[in-house]
T-cell receptor, first 116, second 115 residues
Framework: DVKVTQSSRYLVKRTGEKVFLECVQDMDHENMFWYRQDPGLGLRLIYFSYDVKMKEKGDIPEGYSVSREKKERFSLILESASTNQTSMYLC???????????????FGPGTRLLVL | AQKVTQAQTEISVVEKEDVTLDCVYETRDTTYYLFWYKQPPSGELVFLIRRNSFDEQNEISGRYSWNFQKSTSSFNFTITASQVVDSAVYFCALPAYNQGGKLIFGQGTELSVKP
């Protein structure tokens, strides 16, 4: 079974803090994604990475950065947390071999972040 | 551009009723995959099914079945004899291959199954 884990299920931070959200997958997947989910706005892509040290901006990258130093780990960084970054953050991973099973994105349990 | 529409925002049924969740999509890709995910109150997105655009056969898995019709760009999901544990938000999704394969999600359908 594919397993994607996220470092925290719930997180409370203060405005201005630097926040790290960690995601680890155990399927040797090349592609990893960070989404945020908000009521009424659905799921939106923040950043994705298709290889170690490679990253691409998604739809809403402002206020975020990412790091992928190892294939299995993809970190989302909020440089200076703000209240409008209060959200549910979901990490996902996917392979690229062309096999059907590699086309599926598998998600972690999510991190509910509250910025006060 | 790809788009996924789930017109039903909320559905409420009584246990043991059958329920169908609709999904309509738009894409210019000639080959593609479609997905359904379930999001229970815990928040995790759970993969349910993947369908290749070449394969229009209906699929059944236990109480779940899926009807894919390329001619109408629809990929509907039916739960037979619903149970309280089926209560969740269900998302239909389509990859955007020109954007790293990110998933384009529908708005989600919140299913409430009452005992």
């Amino acid at each position: 079974d594919v397993k994607v884990t996220q470092s925290s299920r719930y997180l409370v931070k203060r405005t201005g803090e630097k926040v790290f959200l960690e995601c680890v997958q155990d399927m040797d997947h090349e592609n990893m994604f960070w989404y945020r989910q908000d009521p009424g706005l659905g799921l939106r892509l923040i950043y994705f990475s298709y290889d170690v040290k490679m990253k691409e901006k998604g739809d809403i990258p402002e206020g975020y950065s990412v790091s992928r130093e190892k294939k299995e780990r993809f970190s989302l960084i909020l440089e200076s947390a703000s209240t409008n970054q209060t959200s549910m953050y979901l990490c996902a991973s996917r392979g690229t071999s062309g096999l059907a099973i590699q086309e599926t994105q598998y998600f972690g349990p999510g991190t509910r972040l509250l910025v006060l | 551009a790809q788009k996924v529409t789930q017109a039903q925002t909320e559905i409420s049924v009584v246990e043991k009723e059958d329920v169908t969740l609709d999904c309509v999509y738009e894409t210019r890709d000639t080959t593609y995959y479609l997905f359904w995910y379930k999001q229970p109150p815990s928040g995790e997105l759970v993969f349910l099914i993947r369908r290749n655009s070449f394969d229009e056969q209906n699929e059944i898995s236990g109480r779940y079945s899926w009807n894919f019709q390329k001619s109408t760009s629809s990929f509907n999901f039916t739960i037979t004899a619903s149970q309280v544990v089926d209560s969740a938000v269900y998302f239909c999704a389509l990859p955007a291959y020109n954007q790293g394969g990110k998933l384009i999600f529908g708005q989600g359908t919140e299913l409430s199954v009452k005992p």
